[in-house]
């Protein structure tokens, strides 16, 4: 089925380790977000990017790297892991024509816990 | 800066029944959308309903349907008929038109009763 895969579902991190949260898209989506969610707060912008080779940051990048080297793909890692990443992290693409906007589709989520 | 404010943590509504989620926001722009997000158990958020800003017309999707209040500010979602499976977390967000940012709220957890 099209849609927006996330890899893995669940991780446990030694603080200090590093790891890349895999997000692939079938659709041809330019745009491609990550997000993490926290008890509470909403979801939280952490890097965006509008195409191939473009990325950006959102609301809370510290800590984290990405890179779009293709429409499909968009990685998401953690430099050294620290227990406030602790979270649940969703990959969010989506179709934009022009300033239109038709709203998201998720991936499933990444549960990360960092010890 | 934009903020999204949704204040009832948790609603329940018995099976059949009609429930409304509020959700209020701020912005200085005229051109923006909102949209409500459904995040069930699985974890997955899946977009319920969509409304641009320069509509006047209340969205509707089945049995979801929006009262948008432009110069109020608010966004609140009608849910009609409400099912066992309508249970989830609701996330009200904005985002402004021509941009890549989203504000999210923090949510209504929503329980339905049999």
């Known amino acids: 089925n099209a849609g927006v895969t996330q890899t893995p579902k669940f991780q446990v991190l030694k603080t200090g380790q590093s790891m890349t949260l895999q997000c692939a898209q079938d659709?041809?989506?330019?745009?491609m977000s990550w997000y993490r969610q926290d008890p509470g707060m909403g979801l939280r912008l952490i890097h965006y990017s509008v195409g191939a080779g473009i990325t950006d940051q959102g609301e809370v990048p510290n800590g984290y790297n990405v890179s779009r080297s293709t429409t499909e793909d968009f990685p998401l890692r953690l430099l050294s892991a620290a227990p406030s990443q602790t979270s649940v992290y969703f990959c969010?693409?989506?179709?934009?024509?022009?300033?239109?906007?038709?709203?998201?589709?998720f991936g499933s989520g990444t549960r990360l816990t960092v010890v | 800066a934009q903020t999204v404010t949704q204040s009832q943590p948790e609603m329940s509504v018995q099976e059949a029944e009609t429930v409304t989620l509020s959700c209020t926001y701020d912005?200085?722009?005229?051109?923006?959308?909102l949209f409500w997000y459904k995040q069930p158990p699985s974890r997955q958020m899946i977009l319920v309903i969509r409304?641009?800003?320069?509509?006047?017309q209340n969205a509707t999707e089945n049995r979801f349907s929006v009262n948008f209040q432009k110069a109020a500010k608010s966004f609140s979602l009608k849910i009609s008929d409400s099912q066992l499976g309508d249970a989830a977390m609701y996330f009200c967000a904005y985002r402004t038109s021509g941009t890549y940012k989203y504000i999210f709220g923090t949510g209504t957890r929503l329980k339905v009763l049999a």
């Open positions: 659709m041809n989506h330019e745009y």
């Open positions: 969010a693409s989506s179709y934009d024509v022009a300033t239109t906007h038709y709203g998201y589709t």
């Open positions: 912005t200085s722009e005229s051109d923006y959308y």
């Open positions: 409304q641009e800003a320069y509509k006047q």
